[in-house]
């Protein structure tokens, strides 16, 4: 596994693009941190072998936590170019931080047009207006919405009210619908 997160890592910070991710690379991940803590736990921390096992697990925490937050910042960067990312190339964990990040910016997007119409920005989320009947096109696991409230997790043909910026992200990203509502 120290390989692959190597290898995963590298490319990351070697690339502008999105590098693709097995879908279960973070539970993976955090089983490999797991089993280096237990075993190191098992052995004298002043043995060569408990020196080298907790150099392991520093390394790896640390090649972790500079992936997730690179992948972070050009997830970040593409919504704001207004690029779409295919979220087959993210890990499953990193999906719904992808469409929290869109739903962010697509409500900043609206509070910024409200402001440049003169309208005092809406507080969404808060009451059934800020709600957008949705039909979903495509499986997704549950969401944290605009509100973070959680939503989902919802199947091919459901139907669920969430709030405005959610809606718009999804739609978007061509997993729901909107539904018209009278």
Known sequence: MYDQVYEAWKKEKDNAEFQPLPKGFYAELAEYIKKLREERRMLD???VKGRLLQQEEENV???AEELARTRHQKMIQAVAKGETLPTSAMAKEEE???RNVSAQA?????FLKDVQLGRLPQETGRNQSGLTAVRFLKEIPEIVGADMKTY???K???VASVPKENAKTLIKQGVAA???TR
């Open 178 to 180: 909107e539904v018209e």
């Open 96 to 98: 719904s931080l992808y």
């Open 106 to 110: 697509d409500s900043i997007q609206s």
């Open 61 to 63: 925490k640390r090649m």
């Open 156 to 158: 091919p043909e459901d």
């Open 45 to 47: 921390e002043k043995t």
């Open 152 to 154: 989902g997790p919802f």
